[in-house]
């Protein structure tokens, strides 16, 4: 399997972890009103899977709580991640 890393970037790299076969990544810009259900109508269906999986919210400088929702749902769901950029860059950074 090839894995992306992003040790150098974000401090953080999925392929020093268990080997992941799925990485789902939702890039969110301004969602605190829905990234929760989202976040957990994937973690309902990827529970039943028998792969390892991570979730990745890339939130991109919203200017609402998106980041701090997702923060919140990272100590219900497992192995989901927030990569948080502060300022926007928009679509194809």
Known sequence: MNYICLCKRYGY???HESA????IIIPA????DRIGATLES???YMREKKYEYEVIVVNDGSTDRTAEVVAVF???IRNL???DNKK???KGW
Do not use: F, T, V
């Not at 992941?20 to 990485?23: I, T, V």
């Open 81 to 83: 991640r927030l990569i």
């Open 74 to 76: 990272s100590k219900k």
């Open 20 to 23: 992941m076969y799925l990485s």
């Open 29 to 32: 810009y301004n969602e605190q």
């Open 13 to 15: 790299c999925s392929s």
């Open 88 to 90: 926007n860059h928009g």
């Open 42 to 44: 994937i973690d309902a």
